[in-house]
């Protein structure tokens, strides 16, 4: 598209519509969580506040919430490393491998694709419970990261598939194992799609509410979008203080968004966006 | 003299710890909740065999069948927007302008919060006491502003609150599909006289049938989780008006704790999203198609 120089009067014009629909909530978002209660009450939802103050992140950081922040990290780490510990190996013997049954694998992984997590939520839940995980973050880790194997397998595959025969013939004449083959070429060689995949799986972990909501109960193990609507539930007045728990459960997100945005958005479009 | 062996192929056991955790996780459920839909459970001690009953009191039950249609208004209003703003909006920040690239950087600011944050943000911000509504209510008609708490409204809300959490998701895959569109093709048609609209229409919508289709599949099996944006929002309300299938599964499984029942409803709905993917695929021609690069 490099040749359209020309500028679109319609897509401009539609495009600054929805720039002002996004703008909006976001603007009000930071403005209501460094508003002061008795500012949110007088002043309209839009109004510029006069009277800024980060009192509103000092209580939400006392009712506990750098607990959940703990839980979520511990969740997404956890989530992130096994998949990584499963998929990689995976992933390496269905681009190289010659069985029938790793092509019947690949095919599972491929139809897996197509269930939804919520509907088979119930049966989760049940596996949670017998398995005596029930309210505890293994519970949340476990459902996560096997509902995004899938996608991490075939984004995986995808990028190991470019490494070319002749690499591994090469090892081979030097007398590699598959071990000293998978550690020495491809763990190097499949570093873009290893990140694809730590963003995908980490960035679902960070944002889940299902699992979370149905398999733990207790604040401990309380994960931020839980954290978010109990804090909804038990202080709904406290709407700048919400607003500020917001803020605060998106930073670390940001913070990937402004250092690594191309790497965010290829991680958030993983499998899809070739 | 060395000959040269071919490199040792890796076997079976390699792949065998993914599959192992995905069957449990993944695949195993899918049969469990089959068979959890034809008992009797409350979700502590063991699952009664109870045969077809759940089955037969699905169709008696109003919440299955008029929350069978929300769940499908919903889906359809959900794909009617989403797809024709996001192809739009999508290629036009295909372009490498400055404009563009700067307007995108905010475009795509919703992805970076999760569904409960999102929710919640709307739900303030429509607040019909210190919202929004409670300032432009009474010019669109709406004096009270409650228009989450109004039967007609709700699913429009939601809606629209959708289009702006997943709107972003879409444009970034219409975005880097259009980016590999051949300039060629646009050199041709410009030089055929073909105006901007026509372009569009007849190369960058064609060339994009994929991610069209793509997107799509998306949306429909994705409508499955919009349950958790309705729950924090209205919870199914006012009344019955947003009371969506998954959200009559949850409540059923987790509140009533008939998760017998629920799984039943769960069925239903893995058949539904399931069939709905292949339907589009099948009526696109998906399968048949060969090249995206097609003219080439």
């Known amino acids: ?21 996004v703008a909006v909530p976001i603007y009000y978002l930071l403005a209501t969580s460094l508003r002061g209660p008795g500012d949110y009450m007088a002043d309209g939802p839009l109004a510029l506040p006069d009277d800024l103050t980060l009192d509103n992140y000092l209580n939400v950081l006392e009712v506990g ?44 992984f491929l139809l897996g694709l197509a269930v939804p997590a919520q509907a088979v939520i119930i049966p989760i839940y049940l596996i949670i419970t017998r398995l005596s995980l029930y309210d505890s973050l293994t519970a ?131 499998g899809f966006g070739k | 003299m060395r000959t040269a062996t071919p490199a040792e192929r890796p076997g079976f056991a390699w ?12 695949l195993a459920p899918v049969a469990v909740v089959v068979y959890l839909s034809l008992t009797a459970w409350n979700g502590l001690g063991s699952p009664q065999w109870v045969g077809l009953d759940n089955w037969r009191a699905l169709p008696g039950d109003d919440d299955v069948t008029r929350g069978l249609g929300v769940t499908l208004a919903l889906t359809a ?3 009617a927007t989403q797809t024709p703003l996001a192809l739009a909006f999508g290629t036009w920040a295909a372009g490498h302008q400055r404009a563009r ?28 006491n210190f919202g929004l509504p409670s300032q432009i209510g009474p010019w669109i008609g709406l004096p009270d502003g409650n228009v989450l708490g109004n039967r007609s409204l709700a699913l429009y809300a939601i809606v629209l609150i959708l289009l702006w959490q997943f709107l972003p998701f879409h444009m970034l895959l219409y975005q880097a599909a259009a980016r590999q569109i051949p300039s060629s093709l646009y050199e041709a048609a410009e030089l055929d006289g073909a105006s901007p609209l026509r372009r569009f229409w007849h190369i960058t919508v064609p060339q994009l049938r994929h991610t069209i289709i793509a997107s799509s599949v998306l949306i429909l099996v994705g409508s499955m989780t919009y349950f958790e944006t309705v729950l924090l929002l209205t919870d199914g309300g006012p009344g019955n008006a947003t009371r969506i299938l998954p959200l009559h599964m949850y409540n ?45």
Request: proline share 5%; charged share 10%; net charge positive.
């Open chain 1, 1 to 21: 598209m490099a040749t359209r120089t020309r500028p679109s009067v319609g897509g401009g014009i539609g495009a600054a519509l929805w720039l002002v629909v």
């Open chain 2, 252 to 296: 059923q499984g987790f509140i009533a704790f008939e998760m017998g029942y629920a799984s039943a409803v769960a069925v239903l709905l893995v058949v539904i999203g399931t069939g709905l993917s292949l339907l589009v695929v099948r009526v696109t021609g998906y399968a048949r198609m060969t090249s995206q690069r097609e003219g080439m």
């Open chain 2, 77 to 79: 209003l959900c794909w």
């Open chain 1, 140 to 270: 949340i880790i476990l459902p996560t990261a096997a509902f995004t194997l899938p996608i991490s397998i075939v984004v995986l595959t995808s990028s190991l598939r470019d490494v070319p025969g002749e690499l591994y013939e090469a090892m081979a004449l030097d007398g590699a194992t598959n071990l000293q083959a998978f550690l020495r070429l491809v763990l190097p060689l499949a570093r873009p799609g290893v990140v694809t995949v730590a963003i995908f799986v980490g960035l679902n972990a960070w944002n889940n509410f299902l699992f979370p909501l149905v398999l733990t109960q207790s604040e401990e193990n309380r994960v931020l979008p839980l954290g978010l609507w109990s804090f909804q539930t038990q202080y709904g007045t406290d709407v700048p203080g919400l607003m500020a728990a917001v803020v605060l459960s998106t930073l670390p997100i940001f913070a990937l968004y402004l250092f690594g945005r191309r790497h965010l958005l290829g991680g958030l479009a993983a």
């Open chain 2, 101 to 128: 690239a700067v307007a995108s950087a905010v475009f795509f600011l919703p992805l970076l919060l999760s569904t409960a944050a999102i929710a919640l943000i709307w739900k303030a911000l429509l607040d019909p």
């Open chain 1, 65 to 108: 919430f750098l607990r959940f922040l703990a839980n979520s990290l511990v969740v997404a780490c956890g989530s992130v490393a096994l998949v990584l510990a499963v998929a990689l190996p995976a992933a390496f013997a269905i681009v190289r491998g010659r069985s029938r049954a790793l092509r019947v694998a690949f095919l599972l």
């Open chain 2, 15 to 26: 792949a065998a710890p993914a599959l192992l955790f995905f069957g449990l996780f993944g």
